[in-house]
């Protein structure tokens, strides 16, 4: 089992900078890649971008040059660095992990509950 906690989250002014968290407790030694999820109201839940075991990011194109994703093996941290705030990033935002499959056992995807961001004057 992984366990996902999500932090950071608040109201911050367009054009600003957040730096969301994402800690992951449990079987973290079986995590083999992590991503960012985001969900607005009205509006599905749409995918990020994940940093995989090695440390290796991907994003998707409607984020890509402003959302940033690193993480922290020591302290099995993920961060979400996002810079030029916009009013449509406002949303819940939310962690996940997928573990690695093994021959008896499918890689499992474990979610946390989420942080909200709500960018506004």
């Known amino acids: 089992q992984v366990h996902l906690v999500e932090s950071g989250g608040g109201e911050v002014q367009p054009g600003g900078s957040l730096t969301l968290s994402c800690e992951a407790s449990?079987?973290?030694?079986?995590?083999?890649?992590m991503g960012w999820y985001r969900q607005a109201l009205g509006k599905q839940r749409e995918w990020l971008g994940k940093?995989?075991?090695?440390?290796?990011?991907d994003y998707a194109d409607s984020v890509k040059g402003r959302f940033t994703i690193s993480k922290d093996n020591d302290k099995n941290i993920m961060y979400l660095q996002i810079n030029g705030l916009k009013p449509e990033d406002t949303a819940v935002y939310t962690c996940?992990?997928?573990?690695?499959?093994?021959?008896?056992?499918?890689?499992?995807?474990?979610w946390g509950e989420g942080t909200r961001v709500t960018v506004s004057s």
């Open positions: 449990g079987s973290v030694s079986s995590i083999r890649v």
């Open positions: 940093v995989t075991a090695n440390g290796s990011a």
């Open positions: 996940n992990s997928v573990t690695t499959p093994t021959q008896y056992l499918p890689g499992m995807a474990y």
